[in-house]
């Protein structure tokens, strides 16, 4: 069923279809607030789920509804971490590297560790970019920029992601 049904079928009241929504978005969520905070926080994925069911009634284009999810997420995960975007980024330890039958394991926790050093605007557009598969406009609504401020950051993130990878000392 699509998203647009599911939402005007939660607009008229009905339980089954917004416990739907949840369960088909539920690990996008777990996964942006989770990379946007380094690591795990289920209060702020439950105040994203809060204010979804309190602000659904009033969402006017269900055909938006990724965009207008990721929004809300974004201002939970911003009311976490008001000042982020002020203070430095600390600085992170090395990972010593695995064993061969452990590659793919190291490799995605060298990337999510390289992620995480990133700073949060960057951090953030390659998340919703590339991890959640969203379209340009689409994380500038969330982002609440232009365009070419979206195409610019990521421009800058893949090369302070790059950078970091290699100060991690990853060659591949």
Known sequence: ???ELLVVRCQLGEREAFAELVRTWHGAVE????????????DVVQE???AVFKG????RQPDRFAPWLFTVARRAVM??????YARPEP?????VPGGDEAEAVVDR?????????LPAREREVLMLFYLE????????????????TVKSRLNRARGLLRDELVRKGYEG
Request: net charge negative; with cysteine; glycine share 8%.
């Open 133 to 148: 598969d969203l379209p340009l406009d689409a994380c500038a609504q969330i982002c609440a920029v232009p365009v070419g």
């Open 56 to 59: 659904l009634p009033g969402l």
């Open 109 to 117: 926790e060298t990337l999510g560790v390289a992620l995480a050093a």
């Open 1 to 3: 069923m699509s998203d």
């Open 79 to 84: 009311n976490r971490l008001r000042d982020a």
């Open 48 to 50: 994203v789920w809060l």
């Open 91 to 95: 600085e992170l330890v090395d990972d």
């Open 31 to 42: 996964r942006y607030v989770g990379r946007m905070l380094a690591g795990p926080d289920d």
